[in-house]
């Protein structure tokens, strides 16, 4: 007897469980290279060198991300929301190829290897090229993921205020970090989801677990994503990568060991008009190990910059992050160059301007947990009425909330204090 052939193909994840994966085209593009290649980079890119279980992968978000807008659609379509059989398919498309154009390390050297670009540039281009490769079986995915098809909630579910990808990397990031104040209740939001009007709404019995949600969301950026020492190592490797190219541009004999990698650095390259298909081509070659392997053949070189910066880089010896107030210390940063020149000259490096700088800069940080004017969460009041969050809660703390969190901060060695 002849055993019928599963139509799926079954993944275990952590966070949702089993995750079916339709045999056919989505599965096709689960196994092309392009996504393959999320394996090899880490979600939350150096969180791991202060959370150690954070090893997590964009493609294992990609994958639980699909699975879990499976879980949305057939709730949806539960409460009698129509969607055809080539929107399930492409929503499941469009949510798994939503990451593609992240580069090494997701965020942390998103704008130093090509000027004017963001990884959701890289993301359309590479989309619009597998839909060639594919024979046109993207258009519909391409249409939802820009906003441009005709059922607007569609792309909600893809990017918004409450959207798959969000719902999905704040439990994972949450489960691997070990910072249970990130977590959030799934399966609640899923089960009150919506569509009213042609927009993604929440019922009214909702209303606490998207408090949590947006609650979880400001935690995380406070303890995770801007977690100073994380702050610190994204400056460290963008510094090692910095002066990797000065010296390329004095002529140094710098070695290279990924060819993707000394395509980039060797070339003053900028998206300002458009992607070149040789500038994705190098791209899609590119992941954490191209980065590392560079690292640890640099902290052999005889240049004593990049070859300190490598070292603590890979020793973990990382740079201090202080967070202060602009307006209480306007003479900061000039004591702080003054107390660097003197350590690096001490220790018998550079300790002209353009050195003192791969050691010392000031940034900050911005985050807006929620906002309320453009890009609203709706909750769903009566049959025929929905209001905007803030308006349906308790608005004091949740209009707090929508205020951009701003904190000024410096990076400086940790043998020189303030």
Known sequence: MLMKQSLYKIFTDPIHGFISVPKGTVLRLLDHAYIQRLRRIRQLGLAYTVFPGAEHSRFSHALGAMGLMQKVIGSLKDKNTTISHDEHQSMLIAILLHDIGHGPFSHTLEHTLIKDFNHEMMTLALMRELNSTFDGELETAIEIFTGQHKKKFLHQLISSQLDIDRLDYLKRDSFYTGVLEGSI???????????????????????????????????????????????????????????????????????????????????????????SPEMMRHFVMLDDNDVLICIKYWAQDKDPILNDLSLRFLNRRFLRTTFFNPEKNSGMHEKLQEKTSTFLKKNRLPFDQNAIAYYLSVHKTESEPYTFQNHSIWILEDQDTAVEFSKAAEARHIQALSQPVVKHYCVHLKEVSL
């Not at 606490?208 to 950026?221: Q, T, W």
């Open 185 to 275: 209740g799934l399966d609640r939001i899923i089960k009150t989801l919506r569509i009213h009007q042609d927009q993604v709404v929440i019922e009214r019995k909702g209303i606490y677990s998207i408090e949590n949600y947006i609650m979880a969301r400001h935690l995380m950026y406070m303890q995770v994503y801007h977690h100073k020492t994380v702050l610190s190592a994204d400056k460290l490797i963008r510094s090692v990568f910095k002066r990797a190219r000065d010296l390329i541009k004095e002529d140094y004999n710098l070695f290279i060991p990924s060819p993707s990698l000394k395509f980039f650095l060797t070339q003053n390259l900028s998206a300002k008009k458009g992607l």
